[in-house]
Structures are given as C-alpha cells and as structure tokens.
C-alpha cells in the first residue's frame, strides 16, 4: 500500500480550508435596481386674477333710447272729463266745495293741480288774495304751486288736471248753461258742488 507523504505544503491548504468560515447566501431572489424615475416636467404659472374691478360683469343700461320711454296720459288733455256730483246747498256749498278739495289732497293731487271755480260771488279765500293785486293775484295761477281760487265767468282761460266747482248762484242774464258747460271741460277730474238737479238740466250730465 502506498502513503502519500504528508508535506507542510498541503498542511497549509488543508488548514485555511478549515479556517475559512462560509458565508451564508441570502435566501430568496435579489432585487434588481429598476429605472430611476424622471423628473416630472414643471407645472404652467397659474395667472393671478384681475382685481374685482377689471372683472366683466353685465354691462350698466345706457340712457333710454329716444321714442322707448312712454309718455304718461297728460290729464290735462283728456278728452272726457271724469265728472263727480255732489249735493249741496246753498249754505254748506262752500264747505263742500272745501271737503272735496281736502280729498283730493289726501289722496295725493298736488296743490298746484287743483282749479276751485265759482258760478256765483267768489270764494271766499279768492277775496283774500285778490287784495294783494291783480298781478300778484295771477301769479299764483301761473306758478301752479297752489290751489288756486276763480269765479266764472274768468279774464282769461284756466285749467287744471282738478277742478272744483262751485255752483253758488249765477249773476243777472249770465248764461248759466254755458258757465257750467265750460266749468266741466276745465279738468279732466271734474266735482260739481250745489244743487245737482239744475246742474244736470243745465248741462245734460247724467
């Protein structure tokens, strides 16, 4: 049988061999390193809005165009009077005549649009006025601030949107018909105060 020497050579070998420890292999498989991400490309500046008065908003209406508006009726221009009867005598008419003038205030007509006109002598807050004169007497008319007081028949044409009349008499041979006639047709509100049978039989009012 032949032995193979033992030499110091593969003493060594055998020697690190022993010493050499084994490292151990981690189980399962390794994770490859995949692609780095890219970066994502930059986001659009968002612009700042305009302040609260450069924003649009509805346009503002321009004036009227001319011809759009509609006139309101002109009540001085009514073709047919509105005629009111109230019955009176010959000792109340006045303060008739001045109720029916309150009402009208109250329900909202202006002074200056209120004509008082008397058949007979005249009222007798048109006395009162009279005695500043006669041209500060149709100033007040012209001015239209006030309610005005005349007796028929009247220097000059008057009307006004509302009329009061007062039938308290007519003078001697004075045209009765045609006083009252033309007392109705000075307003488009027309109240008749005084006795309402002869008024109707003078003028044909119903």
């Known amino acids: 049988m032949t032995v193979n020497p033992v030499t110091a050579e593969n003493t060594a070998d055998t020697t690190s061999a022993a010493e050499t420890p ?6 399962g498989a390794v994770p490859k390193p995949g692609p780095r991400p890219k970066p994502s490309p930059p986001k ?17 209406p321009g004036p009227p165009k001319p011809g759009a508006a509609k006139p309101g009726p002109d ?16 000792d109340d008419v006045f303060d008739v005549a001045d109720d029916a003038v ?15 006109l ?6 007798p807050w048109q006395q009162h006025e009279e005695t500043f004169g ?3 007497y149709w100033r007040q008319y012209d001015e239209g ?3 005005f007081y005349a007796s028929l028949p009247a220097s000059r044409p008057l009307r006004r949107p509302a009329v009061v009349v007062v039938v308290n008499g007519f003078a001697e041979g004075a045209d009765a018909g045609r006083i009252l006639t033309s007392a109705l047709t000075a307003g488009a509100s027309v109240t008749v105060c005084g006795d309402v049978e002869r008024v109707r039989a003078l003028t044909g009012v119903a």
């Open 134 to 136: 006669a041209a500060q």
């Open 102 to 116: 309150d009402a009208l205030l109250e329900a909202g007509t202006e002074p200056g649009a209120i004509l008082v």
């Open 75 to 90: 009540l001085s221009a009514s073709p047919t009077p509105r005629v009111t009867l109230i019955p009176a005598g010959a």
């Open 145 to 147: 601030k006030d309610v």
């Open 118 to 123: 008397t058949t007979g002598g005249p009222h």
């Open 44 to 60: 659009p500046a968002v612009p700042r809005q305009a302040s609260a008065a450069a924003k649009p908003g509805p346009a503002k």
């Open 22 to 27: 084994s490292v151990p292999r981690p189980s």
